[in-house]
């Protein structure tokens, strides 16, 4: 399911890439989640970017806590803790961005951008 989702995104931004599109929300949304494609990148945030480390571990942690309403989530949210993502409640998310993420995500799980 991870692999789904990181293939996805990395085609998502592929496709939407553009000088015009870049101020697109809906990319805006995907790009500020690209760390979650890369478990380096998000432990280097931990060490030298608190701000977006926060952002990107809210992300996690709303993962796990929503469950019920994406499914999907249950087998995602196990994934990225094998994978060493851990996720922790910050109060840095506006929640209407955060709910636009977590929607996105569960797009990005589908076969919809499977290329």
């Known amino acids: ?20 599109n870049a101020e697109n929300y809906r990319y805006r949304i995907v790009k500020s989640m690209e760390p979650l494609s890369d478990v380096k990148k998000f432990l280097e945030l931990k060490g030298n970017d608190a701000e977006k480390y926060n ?6 942690w709303a993962i796990k ?3 019920a309403e994406y499914p999907s989530f249950r087998v995602l949210s196990w ?3 094998g994978y060493g993502f851990d996720g922790e409640r910050h109060d840095c ?19 919809q951008y499977w290329h």
């Open 1 to 20: 399911m991870y692999k789904q989702f990181v293939k996805n995104m990395k085609y998502f931004l592929e496709l939407n890439y553009s000088e015009e």
């Open 55 to 60: 952002e990107i571990s809210n992300i996690i």
């Open 65 to 67: 806590g929503n469950i």
């Open 79 to 81: 994934e990225l803790w």
């Open 93 to 111: 998310n506006d929640t209407a961005r955060l709910k636009e993420q977590l929607k996105t995500i569960d797009l990005l799980l589908s076969t």
